[in-house]
């Protein structure tokens, strides 16, 4: 039960960070003023 619960902690973890990586390419992608679709996406740092 002890395994299954770090296990559960562990994985919990890992689905906040890759999130957290997901969040900043979101918040990355530039959009052009006229609302078309994104030009490109900015290089980002996940330690920032």
Known sequence: ???AF???TALKAHCQARLEEAR???EQIRVPAD???PESAA???ADE
């Open 1 to 3: 039960a002890i395994a």
């Open 6 to 8: 770090e296990r559960g």
């Open 24 to 26: 900043m390419k979101v």
């Open 35 to 37: 609302g078309g679709a």
């Open 43 to 45: 290089p980002f740092s």
